[in-house]
C-alpha cells in the first residue's frame, strides 16, 4: 500500500509561484509513474502533468511553459513547480502514482488547495 501527502499549497497572487511536493512512503519512482490531478470548484477533476521513471514528462496544454513536473526517488518525492499563476489554476491538487502498466491510477494523495487571486 502506498501512501502519499501532498504539501505545498497556498494563496499567491497572479504571475507568481508555488511549487507542490507530494511525498510517498517509500522509494517508487523507480517502478511507477507520478502525476499531478486537479479539480476545480464545480468542474470536473482534470490531468495536469506526468512523469514516468525514465523521466518522459507530459502536460496538459494549458500549463505548458509554466509548470514542471520532477521526482526524486531518493527521497520518494514527486514535485510540481507552478510558474506565472493564474486564476484558473485554483483548484485543489493532487498527487497519484499507479505501477508502469496499469491503466489506472491505483494511489491518490488528499489534496492540497492552490488559490490565485487577481
Known amino acids: 500500500q502506498v501512501q502519499l501527502v501532498e504539501s505545498g499549497g497556498g494563496l499567491v497572487q497572479a504571475g507568481g509561484s508555488l511549487r507542490l511536493s507530494c511525498a510517498a512512503s517509500?522509494?517508487?519512482?523507480?517502478?511507477?509513474?507520478a502525476a499531478w490531478f486537479r479539480q476545480a470548484p464545480g468542474k470536473e477533476r482534470e490531468f495536469v502533468a506526468a512523469?514516468?521513471?525514465?523521466?518522459?514528462?507530459n502536460y496538459t496544454d494549458s500549463v505548458k511553459g509554466r509548470f514542471a513536473i520532477s521526482t526524486d526517488n531518493a527521497k520518494g518525492t514527486v514535485y510540481l513547480q507552478m510558474n506565472s499563476l493564474k486564476p484558473e489554476d485554483t483548484a485543489v491538487y493532487y498527487c497519484?502514482?499507479?505501477?508502469?502498466?496499469?491503466?489506472?491510477?491505483?494511489?491518490w494523495g488528499r489534496g492540497t488547495q492552490v488559490t490565485v487571486s487577481s
Open positions: 497519484a502514482v499507479k505501477l508502469i502498466g496499469r491503466l489506472e491510477y491505483d494511489y
Open positions: 517509500g522509494r517508487i519512482f523507480s517502478t511507477h509513474r
Open positions: 512523469i514516468t521513471p525514465s523521466g518522459s514528462t
